[in-house]
């Protein structure tokens, strides 16, 4: 481990990750080809070969740039993650579906006190496959226990004349050292793990032709959006699927916590509301502006009418419309006008969805089911609430396979939420304690007792031919 513990060093490799972007489109390509998996593996051996690896000290706190690092005598931790972070955002960039963040940890215990990490690495994917790319550690995805942690997610990309401001445009660092807010970052990068989590989830079930834990909460979504009002229902079942999801995606997943916030009606919007905080981009507030006037049939046309508490559920519910990533009024835009008018956004927001076979299911169902997007006459109102999402119809049928109805399915007790915490509690439980607390031996005593009566009477008994 890095000796170094200054949380300056997160600013410094964000920074340089910001500025040395353009340099990592001219070498990337070499570990391009094959999945997620395959490219961050190949990353990591180039590292380990090639990259010589030097403890620095505390004093050292700066981060070189491609060049440097490729030509030094030894590299730290830092300039391991830096190198990695620009390969794997210049892939994203030109099209390679990951998600990526820098870890910053300690393995020390008073960390958990004084907060401070003293070791960077890159994680891809962290809220499904959880790739961590070390070459400090003897092995390619090796996970070590630690005590603290802290991640920072970087935006690169370049605006494009012609498009409104949609997510960060430009650079930005989670630590709120760049442009876009800490919340706004933070929003966006919990969105994206969700859309990402949304196409995998879906993925699974249309195979399996098995409901998880998101595709019940999107169920869920149709049975409020499109067959009736069992909101009560919805909420519930958003309480259990955030319990569930941690499960299948890890604790505090970023998925999880999205229907948690919803669940508990987003008790941090409605703080950060209290001191009248604003703290997203316009195209943020716009999507609420939508979701209020279009589907839920609000007369709310101005952004000044929309809180921060209500950015986050009006994402989620077009992301699963749509199963693509959206992150606002210009995301949802393009969907309604062509593919190619949504996949451009790509360039200023690296979070857009590059499958087009997703952009283009995702744009038929858009022009299908959201038509004049600013178009706020009366006639308007709630005009999009009985939409039919990409994936909608594909889980109604599962449901009627079972012989429901979406309410039914969703109100019906004991289904893969309930029974993946039931199945828990009984897993965890230790089967030698359960026995001992039955009463299988004799009815109405408890094993326990039954069992220490037998020993008292052997101990007893070998007692008595002892004398």
Not at 142 to 152: G, Q, V, W
Not at 398 to 419: H, K
Not at 427 to 447: D, K
Request: aromatic content about 10%.
């Amino acid at each position: 481990m890095d000796e170094q513990s200054d949380l300056d060093i997160i600013k410094e490799v964000c920074k340089a990750h910001r500025e040395n972007a353009a340099d990592y489109d001219l070498i990337s390509g070499y570990f391009a080809g094959g999945s997620v998996y395959d490219v961050c593996n190949r990353i990591w051996i180039f590292c380990r070969r090639e990259l010589p690896y030097k403890v620095e000290s505390k004093k050292v706190q700066n981060v070189g740039c491609p060049y440097w690092i490729l030509t030094a005598a030894s590299i730290d931790c830092k300039n391991y993650a830096s190198f990695i972070a620009g390969i794997l955002d210049s892939l994203k960039r030109q099209g390679l579906r990951v998600v990526w963040e820098f870890r910053f940890i300690s393995d020390r215990l008073w960390s958990l006190a004084d907060r401070r990490a003293d070791h960077v690495f890159v994680v891809a994917d962290p809220n499904t496959s959880d790739i961590w790319i070390d070459p400090v550690l003897g092995s390619f995805n090796e996970h070590i226990y630690y005590f603290y942690r802290a991640t920072r997610r970087v935006r690169t990309g370049a605006s494009v004349a012609g498009v409104g401001a949609i997510g960060r445009i430009g650079c930005g660092c989670v630590d709120g050292s760049a442009m876009g807010s800490t919340a706004e970052n933070s929003l966006l990068a919990d969105v994206a793990s969700y859309a990402q989590g949304l196409s995998g989830a879906m993925s699974q079930t249309l195979t399996t032709s098995q409901f998880n834990i998101i595709t019940e909460a999107v169920l869920t979504g149709i049975a409020t959006a499109a067959f009736g009002p069992v909101a009560l229902v919805a909420l519930a079942a958003l309480k259990a699927g955030a319990v569930a999801l941690d499960k299948q995606f890890g604790v505090g997943a970023a998925s999880s916590r999205i229907l948690t916030d919803l669940s508990n009606l987003n008790i941090a919007g409605m703080i950060n509301d209290i001191f009248n905080g604003r703290t997203y981009q316009t195209d943020q507030y716009w999507a609420g502006v939508y979701y209020q006037f279009y589907v839920l049939g609000n007369n709310i046309t101005s952004i000044d009418f929309i809180s921060d508490s209500m950015v986050l559920p009006a994402l989620k519910w077009f992301i699963d419309r749509a199963g693509v990533f959206i992150s606002g009024r210009e995301h949802i835009i393009g969907l309604t006008t062509s593919a190619a008018a949504y996949a451009q956004y790509y360039s200023v927001n690296g979070d857009t969805t590059t499958d087009m076979t997703l952009v283009n299911a995702a744009s038929l169902m858009a022009k299908r089911n959201w038509p004049n997007p600013g178009n706020f006459s009366a006639s308007m109102l709630g005009a999009w609430k009985n939409t039919i999402g990409v994936y909608d119809q594909a889980l109604v049928n599962l449901a009627a396979s079972q012989g429901q109805t979406p309410e039914q399915y969703v109100a019906t007790t004991g289904t893969a939420d309930a029974n993946a915490a039931a199945y828990t509690a009984t897993a965890t439980e230790s089967p030698v304690l359960a026995f001992l607390q039955g009463q299988t031996i004799i009815s109405g005593l408890p094993n326990w007792l039954i069992l220490a009566g037998g020993a008292g009477i052997i101990v007893f008994a070998l007692s008595s031919n002892k004398k």
